[in-house]
């Protein structure tokens, strides 16, 4: 009875994560981003549209020690933190 089951059953495929495996954080290179982006959490209710300047730096920190593969910060959902370029800053700033 249990093989009549099994038929038309579809197998699962795993596959990778589309960003990749993020290595562990061994020698606790981003701890101190970490520990301030879990405490802006938990100070707002775990509401993280209200933590997207630390979760940024945080992200960053990984790239920066080879945790994670560089990518574009505009790609992770932040282009609207970034510092515009100096020479648009320029013309913005000029009557």
């Known amino acids: ?3 009549a089951m099994n038929f038309g059953t579809k197998s699962f ?3 990778a994560p589309d960003k990749g495996a993020f ?6 290179e981003c701890k101190a981003f970490k520990e301030r982006f879990m405490k802006c959490l938990k100070d707002n209710s775990f509401d ?6 630390q979760s940024k730096d945080y992200l960053e920190c990984r790239m920066d020690n080879q945790l994670m593969a560089k990518e574009p910060l505009a ?7 970034m510092d515009p370029p100096p020479n648009q ?3 913005d700033t000029k009557p």
């Open 1 to 3: 009875m249990s093989n």
């Open 23 to 28: 290595p562990l954080d061994h020698f606790g």
């Open 13 to 15: 495929k795993p596959r």
């Open 89 to 91: 800053a320029d013309r």
């Open 75 to 81: 790609r992770l959902g932040f282009k609207d933190l």
């Open 48 to 53: 993280n549209s209200k933590c997207r300047l």
